[in-house]
């Protein structure tokens, strides 16, 4: 199965669809189909589920960033910062390697 994220106009991830590997041969392929089926509304690109490609696999509110070619997740504190080479949020403050769980407050 290729997965596919529909961006609005602002690249944000409005919906993620399924489509068989048979239509979905190309990630253009993919996009037409869909495009064709649910009427040209919005844009698509191909989102893989083990990240493998485009740094991360698109959720709803999700962010496409074209110069990166990478899905980015919501920040989830303000004072997270983007990896760049991985695109996931990072604390400021590494987490604890205690077998312990924590979370994070952000005063």
Known sequence: MAYFAQL???NKV???QVVNDDI???ED???EFLT???GGNGWWKQTYIDGSYRKNYAGVGCTYDGSRDAF???QPYPSWNLNDSTCNWES???YPDDGKK???NES
Do not use: E, F, R, S
Request: hydrophobic share 45%.
């Open 8 to 10: 609005d106009k602002d």
């Open 14 to 16: 409005i919906d993620v």
């Open 24 to 26: 979905a041969v190309t």
């Open 29 to 31: 392929a993919g996009v």
């Open 36 to 38: 064709q089926l649910l």
């Open 72 to 74: 980015i997740h919501i």
């Open 92 to 94: 400021p403050t590494p």
């Open 102 to 104: 924590y979370d994070w």
